[in-house]
């Protein structure tokens, strides 16, 4: 009864703390509404095509309206000559998905497809065994949800890819592609040889900024790193925060990319639209339509005259894959279904940036800060004034993001290269106990008993956290199916620090958080760490390694990052899911054009790089695609406008 009466208190003291911010929040939807025609953008927004009006064959279906689906899309359908059908599960993009102050609130909405892990006895444990694993349903698909970190990587991840086999895929190939997308518009970036304008996604710092944020990048210079352009020449250092904004509001590629062009004739989009299967002929081997079901319960059947293009993520297109016969043999008739093609990978080569949860700084807020104060603390920053900043002024914390103002890429001791960096910093200008579990505790999984213990003592003091993510893992996962209904949830095993070389690194990283702490420019803010162990970790050292490893496996945290289940690879590597144009293997007219054909993962952030190998696979349709007599003048190749661009 101890026990239970203790998650009952935290519970009801939880619950208890949450009034005044979701009233703040019912206000700023209502003012929304009522003041700011401006995100509501209502005549622009993507519509729903009805039922009736959809063709029976079209030339390209594309499966996935998300961060990849949404811009192949929109580059097939400029050749007016070919028509395009966008199937996306989900509807449109709510309104309050445009704040960034309000990107945790949409985990675990209708918006999420509310993905968990397999139960383990090695991490999330004090989230139930089992972590959260947002994935947007909704047109623009991740690219609503996340935090809108835009990051692409280093140069050494592509460079890696072509090394594998993959012909195309090198950092000076894939670079016209990233440029191709971006609007930059941070002044002084707008000139780089990097960097891009004139594209669908438009590129901005945060239009709101923590007091913190300069000491923040103070104290990673007086640790040895430049505040640079991680985007640029050298990933090696601390930066403030690039992000898919618009006007200090989210620019998802739905907005980017399909709300300037649904009128086009040639672009159908069928919201709700659930697909079921790929229909393959089993003696030619080609794919020849899609099966789905509208949110009314019907179901339709359509066909492809040159291609399918499956865009589904990491997670629904392994699954759809399988579902329709494509995959591992032995896998497909333990769970009833016809094998089509045997494909060993399909659903393989599962990775992720995993990262270490509730590494919580405290500090005092100088006189100068208030009222607001130097970081996020929601109670201080839901007030009407900070209302009226939004609504009248189109400024104030609610174009902040807490989770992530400032991030750095360092090395660990293990890190053999130098300029390949190993670890990612996530600085949070918030704590976890500063939205009064709200928010963190809620998405991120953690039971209402731990967050009690450890944060509730704490609640709403000035806090910051550092997420301490592994960029390079060496652990692989899978994914498999449930069973052959297409409406259950896949099973998910991303087997988080199956590799001991995967802990050891995380630890580094938590030790230059600790280091970052100590230094002279956190000294103003009186900084220290928050030293209430979680639970299970009471028989450790604070700051040893061992509580290090203790709090990872405790307090478990994915940055919504999967790939490499549908992996590229050259034609001798008997589990690639797709070759190098993203064709897949063993099937005609069906491709991926997603993050799940990642060999490996980047070093960052994946949802820039999801969108580059959707222009780059889009160009690679059009050209196979294109005429005889012009392929030849057409023909793919490397970058000739590359910039100087000094080799690490």
């Not at 909405?109 to 989230?127: A, G, I, N, R, V």
């Not at 947002?134 to 072509?162: F, T």
């Not at 891009?196 to 901005?204: A, M, P, Q, R």
């Not at 039971?447 to 956290?465: C, G, M, R, S």
Request: glycine share 8%.
């Amino acid at each position: 009864m101890g026990a239970l009466a203790e998650q009952a208190r935290a519970f009801t003291h939880i619950t208890y703390t949450y009034g005044a911010s979701v009233a703040y929040i019912a206000m700023l939807y209502a003012g929304l509404i009522a003041f700011r025609p401006d995100i509501q953008d209502g005549d622009n927004r993507v519509e729903d095509l009805p039922f009736s009006k959809l063709y029976d064959e079209y030339d390209f279906i594309i499966v996935g309206g998300g961060s990849a689906g949404s811009v192949v899309a929109s580059r097939l359908s400029e050749n007016a000559n070919w028509t395009v059908l966008l199937l996306e599960a989900g509807g449109e993009e709510f309104i309050l998905t445009e704040l960034p102050l309000m990107y945790p609130s949409l985990q675990l909405t209708p918006l999420d497809w509310q993905f968990k892990t397999e139960p383990s006895d090695k991490f999330c444990l004090s989230q139930n065994k089992r972590c959260n694993w947002p994935r947007g349903k909704v047109i623009g698909g991740s690219s609503v949800l996340n935090a809108m970190l835009y990051v692409r990587g280093n140069r050494a991840d592509y460079d890696r890819w072509e090394q594998l086999g993959n012909e195309g895929w090198s950092y000076e190939e894939v670079l016209p592609y990233f440029k191709k997308s971006e609007d930059m518009r941070i002044a002084n970036l707008q000139n780089s040889p990097y960097h891009g304008t004139g594209g669908y996604l438009t590129i901005e710092e945060l239009r709101y900024q923590s007091a913190i944020t300069k000491t923040l990048l103070d104290a990673g210079q007086e640790l040895g790193y430049k505040v640079i352009d991680v985007n640029g020449e050298s990933q090696i250092g601390f930066t403030k925060t690039h992000g898919t904004l618009r006007n200090g509001l989210r620019c998802s590629t739905a907005k980017g990319f399909l709300r300037p062009v649904k009128n086009r004739p040639n672009l159908h989009i069928s919201l709700f639209s659930h697909a079921t299967k790929i229909l393959v002929n089993n003696g030619s081997k080609t794919a020849e339509g899609v099966v789905f079901q509208k949110h009314e319960g019907r179901s339709k059947t359509v066909k492809a005259r040159k291609e399918i293009i499956l865009s589904a993520g990491s997670v629904k297109t392994p699954q759809l894959l399988m579902l329709s016969g494509i995959g591992p043999e032995n896998h497909l008739r333990r769970k009833g279904i016809e094998v089509v093609h045997h494909s060993p990978g399909v659903g393989q080569n599962l990775q992720d940036h995993v990262a270490i949860g509730g590494v919580t700084f405290l500090f005092d807020s100088p006189p100068t800060t208030k009222p607001t104060g130097a970081g996020i603390v929601l109670p201080r920053l839901f007030t009407l004034k900070t209302y009226y900043s939004f609504i009248n002024d189109h400024t104030g914390p609610v174009y902040s993001l807490p989770f992530c103002e400032v991030m750095a890429f360092i090395n660990s001791k293990y890190n053999d290269n130098s300029s390949w960096p190993d670890i990612q910093l996530i600085i949070a200008t918030a704590g976890d106990n500063d939205d009064g579990g709200l928010f963190n505790r809620k998405t991120n999984g953690l039971t209402d008993a731990a967050y009690a213990k450890v944060f509730d003592p704490i609640l709403y003091k000035d806090a910051y956290t550092v997420v301490p993510l592994l960029l390079r893992p060496q652990s692989v996962g899978r994914i498999e199916l449930k069973d052959k209904n297409p409406r259950s949830k896949p099973l998910i095993y991303p087997n988080y620090y199956d590799n001991p070389h995967d802990m050891k690194v995380l630890i580094e990283g938590a030790k230059v958080a600790y280091s970052l702490s100590r230094t002279n420019a956190m000294k103003l803010y009186n900084t220290s760490f928050h030293t209430i162990p979680f639970p299970g970790c009471e028989q450790h050292a604070i700051l040893s390694d061992e509580y290090w490893e203790c709090q990872a496996r405790q307090y478990t945290l994915t940055i919504y990052h999967p790939v490499g289940t549908s992996k590229m690879g050259p034609d001798d590597d008997p589990d690639a899911v797709v070759d190098p144009q993203l064709r897949v293997r063993g099937i005609s007219k069906l491709r991926v054009i997603d993050a799940s054909i990642m060999p490996k993962i980047v070093s960052g952030n994946t949802n820039a790089p999801t969108i580059m190998i959707a222009e780059k696979g889009s160009d690679l349709i059009k050209y196979d695609w294109m005429p005889p007599s012009l392929k030849k003048s057409k023909k793919p190749r490397k970058n000739k406008m590359k910039p100087k661009i000094r080799r690490h």
